[in-house]
């Protein structure tokens, strides 16, 4: 059974910081792009980071750029969003997303609650 468990969030204030884990089951996430998005009330859900399966490169959406960092142990088959310097615009619930584009597969987590406030 594939899952997808989010991990890690939480009631922040601004300028804290967490960290979001996503362990993943019954596949092989090194073999797929790992992403993290996040969906605030009443808006789109965005991208807001994303590692690649073969070469880790990893991209940022410019409002996490320089506070936000992906990265994967693939050894424990799980990918982490360090989150620092948080804002109340953070606040969001924030999803783990696995895509093989080569078997058009795409999996999602159920997703964590990260409220920054005061």
């Known amino acids: 059974q594939v899952q997808l468990v989010e991990s890690g969030g939480g009631l922040v204030h601004p300028g804290g910081s967490l960290r979001l884990s996503c362990a993943a089951s019954?596949?092989?996430?090194?073999?797929?792009?790992m992403s993290w998005y996040r969906q605030a009330p009443g808006k789109e859900r965005e991208l807001v980071a994303s590692?690649?399966?073969?070469?880790?490169?990893?991209n940022y959406a410019d409002s996490v750029k320089g506070r936000f960092t992906i990265s994967r142990d693939n050894a424990k088959n799980t990918v982490y969003l360090q989150m620092n310097s948080l804002k109340p615009e953070d606040t969001a619930v924030y999803y783990c997303?696995?895509?093989?584009?080569?078997?058009?597969?795409?999996?999602w987590g159920q997703g964590t609650q990260v409220t920054v406030s005061s």
């Open positions: 997303n696995a895509f093989r584009a080569v078997i058009k597969e795409n999996y």
């Open positions: 590692i690649g399966s073969l070469d880790a490169n990893t």
């Open positions: 019954g596949f092989t996430a090194s073999r797929y792009a």
